[in-house]
């Protein structure tokens, strides 16, 4: 009895020391565990995200001339729900799918197949791959919406949907596949972006700058003012991209945690660095501080620090911005006119030549004492870095000025892509939409039609000018 006690015992006392061993979790299933923090925090920031495009929509149309306000609304707005839909059906599943010959993803997940709520632990561990597909997906939308400030007041709808679809999938898609893909051969190579310099604005603005001179310029351009109609909006619009620019770059953590926070905190410091650099340098050039100027210079640094949000520290963020700021004042107001093209609402300006040089600052700032997963820069002991960063720039680069100069070629030989003159003149808003923004153009249409203004203007000529500015916004 008592050898039967013992064994009995014993075999209690082992099943106790095993316990914690048979209900321990397996380390797989650990690794994929979903984290609710980490899956709240980057939904969050796909939300942000999103909420720059409408805000963009807002930052855009603020800039045009009022006979052209809802057209450039109607762009970005359009394509949330343009691209939104391409993303489900094929575009994740090249930008993101597994890898063919480090060039583009596979079909494999097309139709979002085989994407569902358990972590992709290739990508991100702690959230569902769902999570981490509209994310990503958010980006994809800003992207072509950026390009549309180029070519802003002349290119017509129908076009511009063909081209938006046509380059987000051979354009977009592959180089966000290069950069952030697993086995993309940029990535592979060591090219640091954290939340898309090269991806998001180099492509985007330098597409912009090709589409701007192979259409032409606007029938006005270089011939009479062409100025913002409505400014309170254009800041409005900078704020909201302010704002939804924390998701953009704090979520491509992918985590709530330090690296977030790494990048939040340098994202507003490069903001907030390019807006006094921005107007500073204004003032002095021109001799006035302006609002377009500091809403602009917000926006510059915010380009700038995209690419090394994650990897740099918040005092490299502040150099960043003050410099990006001076670049990109440069770029638009002297670069531009010079040279002569019509870049209407600054897209190259900005964004391909603010995510130029702040893919190359990355080369110079990065630390992995700020992101152990990151690569020295050359500041930290690392010059190899830097070339690095430059094949990256000039492989976007290249990318985009050959892609879009054949989708431009391709794409008017079957429709026409520049609206005409007599489109212009009365708008596009009522020549692609049958729409006015303003209820006042309808009474300032009335008044400035009728038989006693146009006795008035037929003896004195001036008086047409007094008809335009009230046309187009302007004061009494």
Not at 98 to 123: F, K, M, Q, T
Not at 233 to 247: E, N, S
Not at 305 to 317: D, E, K, N
Request: hydrophobic share 55%; net charge negative; glycine share 12%.
């Amino acid at each position: 009895m008592k050898k039967m006690l013992r064994i009995v015992s014993l075999c209690l006392m082992s099943l106790l020391m095993a316990l914690p061993t048979a209900f321990a979790e397996d380390p797989a299933a650990v690794v994929a565990k979903i984290d609710t923090g980490d899956t709240g925090f980057v939904l969050m920031s796909a939300a942000l995200v999103m909420l720059m495009t409408p805000g963009l929509a807002l930052f855009y149309g603020g800039m045009v001339r009022t006979k052209n306000v809802l057209s450039t609304l109607m762009q970005s707005f359009f394509i949330v729900g343009l691209i939104s839909v391409q993303w489900v059906l094929w575009g994740y599943t090249i930008a993101f799918g597994p890898d063919i010959n480090h060039l583009v993803g596979s079909l494999s997940w097309l139709g979002l197949n085989g994407v569902g709520v358990e972590p992709n632990a290739d990508y991100a561990a702690t959230i569902p791959h769902l999570a981490f597909m509209v994310f990503q997906g958010m980006f994809a939308v800003i992207t072509p919406a950026l390009i549309s400030g180029a070519f802003a007041e002349r290119m017509k709808f129908p076009a511009f949907l063909v081209f938006t679809l046509a380059w987000v999938t051979f354009v977009y898609d592959p180089v966000a596949h290069w950069v952030w893909g697993v086995g993309g051969w940029l990535r592979e190579m060591g090219v640091l972006d954290f939340a898309g310099g090269t991806v998001v604005h180099i492509i985007s603005g330098v597409s912009g700058l090709v589409i701007a001179l192979m259409i032409g310029k606007r029938k006005d351009y270089g011939k009479k003012a062409i100025i913002p109609h409505n400014l309170p909006m254009v800041l409005i619009g900078g704020a909201l991209l302010w704002f939804g620019w924390f998701g953009f770059n704090a979520g491509s953590a992918l985590g709530a945690n330090g690296l977030a926070a790494i990048a939040f905190v340098t994202t507003n410091a490069s903001a907030a660095a390019a807006t006094v650099s921005w107007v500073l340098v204004e003032w002095l050039y021109s001799g006035k501080p302006t609002v377009l100027g500091a809403v602009s210079g917000c926006v510059a640094g915010l380009v700038a620090i995209t690419p090394g949000a994650g990897f740099v520290s918040p005092l490299s963020a502040i150099i960043i911005g003050l410099a990006g700021g001076v670049i990109c004042f440069f770029s638009v107001s002297v670069m531009k006119a010079k040279l002569g093209y019509d870049d209407a609402l600054d897209a190259f300006g900005v964004h391909g030549v603010g995510g130029t040089f702040g893919a190359i600052a990355t080369g110079l700032f990065a630390s992995k004492e700020i992101n152990p997963a990151g690569a020295d820069g050359l500041f930290f002991g690392n010059p190899e870095q830097l070339l690095t960063q430059v094949i990256g720039v000039v492989a976007s680069w290249a990318v985009a000025i050959i892609m879009t100069y054949a989708l431009i070629k391709i794409i008017s030989v079957f429709m026409p892509i520049r609206s005409t003159e007599d489109e212009e003149n009365s708008g596009l808003d009522i020549a692609e939409h049958g729409e006015k923004a303003y209820a006042y153009q309808d009474l300032i249409t009335d008044f400035t039609g009728g038989p006693a203004f146009m006795s008035v203007e037929a003896a004195n000529p001036e008086v047409s000018n007094f008809k335009v500015a009230l046309a187009e916004g302007g004061k009494k």
